[in-house]
């Protein structure tokens, strides 16, 4: 299911593909992604903040995809409508990205949303952590839609 839904981003969202953006696992608390730091490099040899902001927001996308395939919507219409991303110390290696999965209660809210109106929402969180230490804190919000 990973390696198929790594294919899906890196054909549909090229810049995944040259960010070399993989899934890594996916458990029963979160989706870790990974990806090198060379590609996303800024200036100053650390990680670009618009690399990690998209890794995080596409990292946090999966997890509402793999939510949504539970229930049978693989073409469903996923789109970010809120974020918030904290930047709270350099990465300076190739990093990974944890995005925790929503809790049960979050989920069955979603699906008696998604059942009543064909649209509901999660609010997912993740974060980048170096050698221990928390280096980027994301939440977004992200609607999906029965198609």
């Not at 990292?59 to 693989?74: H, I, N, Q, R």
Request: charged share 30%; hydrophobic share 35%; with cysteine.
């Amino acid at each position: 299911m990973l390696k198929k839904l790594e294919e899906k981003l890196h054909s549909e969202i090229p810049m995944t593909k040259y960010m070399q953006l993989t899934l890594e696992e996916l458990n029963d608390n979160n989706l870790i992604t990974k990806a090198p730091l060379k590609p996303n490099i800024n200036d100053k040899g650390t990680g670009f903040a618009g690399s990690l902001n998209t890794i995080a927001t596409i990292s946090a996308w999966c997890v509402c995809y793999l939510e949504a395939s539970k229930l049978g919507l693989d073409n469903c219409m996923i789109a970010i409508i809120k974020s918030d991303i904290s930047y709270r110390a350099p990465i300076t290696k190739d990093f990974k990205c944890i995005s925790y999965l929503p809790s049960e209660e979050q989920i069955k809210l979603f699906e008696k949303k998604l059942k009543e109106k064909n649209s509901s929402s999660l609010k997912i969180k993740g974060e980048i952590i170096e050698d221990g230490k928390l280096c980027l804190d994301f939440e977004g919000i992200y609607v999906i839609k029965k198609r």
